[in-house]
């Protein structure tokens, strides 16, 4: 199965999904997005295929979407796009593609809804708390 993360190794959300990804048994294709950057119709697909609005996709912890004025209900798509673009930074994370399907996977435990094999049980986070018990059963609230 083809699973691509854009993922940003400074996030623990996004270090726990692809080590997740990895522990289940897949080989992830990892785009590093703060270095490779995005497109505005790289944005617009990922957004919509994920059923999220771009003002839902914008990050707004530990980035200057407040200080640029990013967080305004005025603000055009358009307008953010191009901030995200711009800044990279300014896009939630980690976005998993694969299946045909794409997910902003906050919290981890996302990514186990598209994946058809989990890893090994039980199973936990980089911090961790349990992601999955001993029965191979998510744990409510990871």
Same mark, same amino acid.
């Given at each position: 199965?083809?699973?691509?993360?854009?993922?940003?190794?400074? $996030?623990?959300?996004?270090?726990?999904?692809?080590?997740?990804?990895?522990?289940?048994?897949?080989?992830?294709?990892?785009?590093?997005?703060?270095?490779?950057?995005?497109?505005?119709?790289?944005?617009?697909?990922?957004?919509?295929?994920?059923?999220?609005?771009?003002?839902? &996709?914008?990050?707004?912890?530990?980035?200057?979407?407040?200080?640029?004025?990013?967080?305004?209900?005025?603000?055009?798509?358009?307008?953010?796009?191009?901030?995200?673009?711009?800044?990279?930074?300014?896009?939630?994370?980690?976005?998993?593609? $694969?299946?045909?399907?794409?997910?902003? $996977?906050?919290?981890?435990?996302?990514?186990?809804?598209?994946?058809?094999?989990?890893?090994? &049980?039980?199973? &936990?986070?980089?911090?961790?708390?349990?992601?999955?018990? &001993?029965?191979?059963?998510?744990?409510?609230?990871?």
């Amino acid at each position: 199965m083809n699973i691509v993360i854009f993922h940003n190794p400074n $996030c623990g959300t996004s270090r726990n999904v692809v080590q997740i990804v990895k522990d289940a048994g897949y080989t992830p294709n990892v785009i590093e997005y703060l270095t490779s950057g995005w497109s505005i119709p790289q944005l617009q697909t990922l957004f919509s295929t994920a059923g999220i609005t771009t003002h839902e &996709a914008l990050r707004v912890s530990k980035t200057p979407a407040e200080e640029m004025g990013l967080t305004s209900p005025d603000v055009t798509e358009q307008q953010l796009l191009e901030a995200m673009v711009a800044h990279p930074i300014l896009v939630n994370r980690p976005f998993v593609a $694969c299946k045909g399907q794409v997910r902003l $996977c906050r919290p981890s435990s996302e990514v186990l809804s598209l994946l058809k094999q989990w890893p090994p &049980a039980p199973y &936990a986070k980089e911090d961790g708390s349990l992601l999955i018990d &001993a029965d191979g059963l998510l744990v409510k609230g990871a």
